[in-house]
Each structure stands twice: as structure tokens, then as C-alpha cells.
């Protein structure tokens, strides 16, 4: 009897009005109890599901996010480590960087997670990375000079009369020797005693047949009484090449070269820089 009058309650139809705000005429919709108590049901249902499945989503994204961000900062740690070590095995038998060390003090790690802090291994890496280009530099500029210095003999002899002052061979007057003569044969070869570029290649009145060079860095050899000149000017010359003969042309009591090493727009004593070839 009981199931009876339940079954019939949850059978018995309700009516939904649904008013239009325009002039149409109002929607009846009926639906037993049973229905309309489903409907309610898949309705809750469909709306949790909605919200987890949003929640889901948002939650997809954000861990795509750091995942893209991770591999973008591990794909940059993996480029600033191939150009340490390329920069460091460059320089290695040069200078002790010890940038491995520097690196592994820098790796600091959360007590919490264990993570690395990538940042700070970044920026020491950056900066080891800066150092060598620093060193790199400046070893090229210094590479620059020491091949634009003058050194070593430019023709093989005896220096028969220093730089400073003396008395002129020829004229006998006491006076400021701007070289040095190297006594050689006639025909003996003359060579550049740095890498540089020809300034002045002809005949000088006293000087004969001379050549002027200019190496860089403020530095310029010449080399003058030559019997023949091998170069012309503007010509490229690179350290031991020759450039000339020895001879006794101009001013010259005898056959030998007169070697004159510049620096800065003044002459300075060649002796020092014969050691050094």
C-alpha cells in the first residue's frame, strides 16, 4: 500500500511555466516528480563535473607553463656551459681559471627541495665567461705588440759604430748617431725584423737607398746605404722576410747598414731590441 501511494506521488506530474518577456505565449512543460527530480540530479552532476574538469585544465596549463620554462632554462645552462668550456679549454694552457671550481661553490641547494639555484650558476657562469673574454683580449692586443716590436738582427755583421753621439765618419764632426751601423758585405741580405708595412722605398741623399717601415703600436724600423731595395711602398712585410742587399750607397765610407728603430714619433736605441730575435 505504502509503495503504492510513494510510486504515485512520484508519478504525479508538475507543470513548468516558462515566460517569454516578448508577447508569445508562455511554454508548459510537464514532467512527472521522478523526471523532474533527474533532471536536478544530471544538473548537479554535469556542473561538478564542469568545474573539475576546469580545474583540471587550468592545472594542465600551468604545469605546461613551468615545464616550458625548465626546458627553456636548462636548454640556456646547457648553451652557457658549452661556451664556458669551449672558452676554458681554450685558455687553459695559458691561465689556471679554475672555473669548475668557482661553478661547484656557486651551486647552492635549498635545504627544503634540493634544488639547484640555476640563477646563481648563471650569473658566476656569466662572469667566469666575461673574465675569459677579458683575458682573451688581452692577450690578442698583447700578441699585437710583441708582433709589431722590433726584434732580432736585420742583416748578419758586426756593429761597427753605436747610437748616440760620435763623430761623424765622413764629415768628423761630433754629432748625434741616430742607429746603429752593422758592418756587411756588399749582397748580404736585409730582413724586416717585424711584421709591418712598407712607409718609403727609394734613394734619401746621405742615406742612399733606404726603406722605411711601419709596424703598429707606434713602432718603425729603417734601414738605409742598401746596394738594392726588394719592396715598394705599401707592400705588406712579414718578420724575416727580406726587403733589401747591403750596400755603401750615399754618405757611407763602407759597406754596412745603418738600422734606426722608432717608437712614438722618436728614436730610440736598436741595441736593446737585437737580444730579443
Known amino acids: 500500500m505504502k509503495l503504492k501511494r510513494l510510486k504515485k506521488r512520484w508519478m504525479t506530474s508538475v507543470t513548468i511555466l516558462v515566460v517569454p518577456h516578448s508577447k508569445s505565449r508562455p511554454l508548459k512543460l510537464r514532467l512527472p516528480v521522478a523526471g523532474l527530480a533527474a533532471c536536478m540530479v544530471f544538473a548537479i552532476i554535469g556542473a561538478m563535473y564542469t568545474v573539475f574538469a576546469g580545474v583540471k585544465t587550468a592545472e594542465y596549463y600551468v604545469m605546461k607553463s613551468r615545464l616550458s620554462y625548465f626546458t627553456k632554462e636548462f636548454t640556456e645552462l646547457k648553451h652557457t656551459i658549452s661556451s664556458l ?34 640563477e646563481a650558476i648563471k650569473k658566476d657562469m656569466k662572469e667566469t665567461i666575461e673574465s675569459v673574454a677579458e683575458i682573451k683580449k688581452y692577450i690578442s692586443d698583447q700578441k699585437n705588440i710583441f708582433l ?18 760620435r763623430h761623424h765618419p765622413v764629415t768628423g764632426v761630433k754629432s748625434h748617431h741616430s742607429g746603429i751601423d752593422i758592418r756587411a758585405s756588399i749582397g748580404t741580405s736585409i730582413r724586416a725584423t717585424a711584421d709591418g708595412i712598407v712607409s718609403y722605398s727609394g734613394w734619401s741623399g746621405g742615406n742612399g737607398h733606404i726603406i ?60 736593446q731590441f737585437l737580444k730579443d730575435g
Not at 679554475?98 to 627541495?113: G, M, P, Q, R, V
Not at 709589431?148 to 753621439?165: D, E, K, L, Q
Open 148 to 165: 709589431a716590436t722590433p726584434r732580432g738582427w736585420p742583416v748578419s755583421g758586426t756593429i761597427s759604430s753605436h747610437y748616440g753621439v
Open 212 to 271: 722605411v717601415i711601419e709596424h703598429g703600436h707606434g713602432f718603425s724600423t729603417a734601414y738605409a746605404h742598401n746596394k738594392e731595395n726588394f719592396v715598394k711602398v705599401g707592400q705588406t712585410v712579414k718578420k724575416g722576410q727580406q726587403i733589401a742587399a747591403s750596400g755603401s750607397t750615399g754618405m757611407s765610407t763602407g759597406p754596412h747598414l745603418h738600422y734606426e728603430v722608432w717608437k712614438s714619433g722618436k728614436q730610440i736605441d736598436p741595441l
Open 85 to 118: 668550456k669551449e672558452t676554458n679549454n681554450e685558455l687553459s694552457r695559458l691561465v689556471d681559471l679554475k672555473s669548475k671550481n668557482n661553478i661547484l661553490k656557486s651551486a647552492e641547494f635549498s635545504a627544503d627541495t634540493g634544488s639547484i639555484d640555476i
